[in-house]
């Protein structure tokens, strides 16, 4: 079944550790994307990719970085986490093009102690 | 810039009762509009989405939302609510002509009451 994953679901970690968040999908999507949550705030994109070895910042400015090895899996990663990257962190593929809909993993909710 | 706007954060309805969602968007162009819904703990689903043509679109789980110009607004409706219909609703735009990025609203949570 053509599906986008994401784990760990949840993570609480301490500040200063450096952490991944995996994202995967089996429905061969060139376009995926990462997009960060607030409680009660709109999905601000931080960063997408149009394929592999491609990977562009989206409008919110974000001190993650991504990675795209492999069309199946876009991996987002935080060097050193802090409270201020606590969050809900929201992965989603799609078919290029403006017109196509966004397929979107459950979410990691991430908490920096 | 395009921003989109969902005034009301929250709402109630009665189960069986009709809704209305609103949402309005600002725009130079008609750009690609779209409603996503997700319920707690999961990801956004589409629930429809508009490009052209009919200004009346019909999506899943018995959802309409309705176009207008005018108005800069695609609102979302529902006849009748029903309790699984509990979740939040995202308001979505993307340019035309753009790479597909979308711009969220931020979001309005409904409530069913029995």
């Known amino acids: 079944e053509a599906d986008i994953y994401q784990t760990p679901r949840y993570l609480v970690i301490g500040t200063g550790k450096k952490i991944t968040l995996e994202c995967s999908q089996t429905?061969?999507?060139?376009?995926m994307y990462w997009y960060q949550q607030d409680p009660g705030m709109e999905l601000h994109l931080i960063h997408y990719?149009?394929?592999?070895?491609?990977?562009e910042k989206g409008d919110l400015s974000s001190e993650s970085t991504v990675s795209r090895i492999r069309t199946e899996h876009f991996p987002l990663t935080l060097e050193s986490a802090r409270p201020s990257h606590t969050s809900q962190y929201l992965c989603?593929?799609?078919?290029?093009?403006?017109?196509?809909?966004?397929?979107f993993g459950p979410g990691t909710r991430l908490t920096v102690l | 810039a395009q921003s989109v706007t969902q005034p009301d954060i929250h709402i109630t309805v009665s189960e069986g009762a009709s809704l209305e969602l609103r949402c309005n968007y600002s725009?130079?162009?008609?750009?690609?509009l779209f409603w996503y819904v997700q319920s707690p703990g999961q990801g956004l689903q589409l629930l429809l989405k508009?490009?052209?043509?009919?200004?009346l679109v019909q999506g899943i789980k018995g959802f309409e939302a309705e176009f207008k110009r005018s108005q800069s607004s695609f609102n979302l409706r529902k006849p009748s609510v029903h309790w699984s219909d509990a979740a939040e609703y995202f308001c979505?735009?993307?340019?035309?002509?753009?790479?597909?990025?979308?711009?969220f609203g931020k979001g309005t949570k409904l409530s069913v009451k029995p």
């Open positions: 989603a593929s799609s078919e290029g093009g403006p017109y196509n809909e966004q397929f």
């Open positions: 429905m061969g999507h060139d376009k």
């Open positions: 990719s149009y394929g592999v070895n491609s990977t």
């Open positions: 725009y130079g162009a008609t750009p690609y």
């Open positions: 508009y490009f052209s043509g009919d200004t």
């Open positions: 979505a735009v993307a340019a035309r002509g753009s790479q597909g990025n979308l711009i």
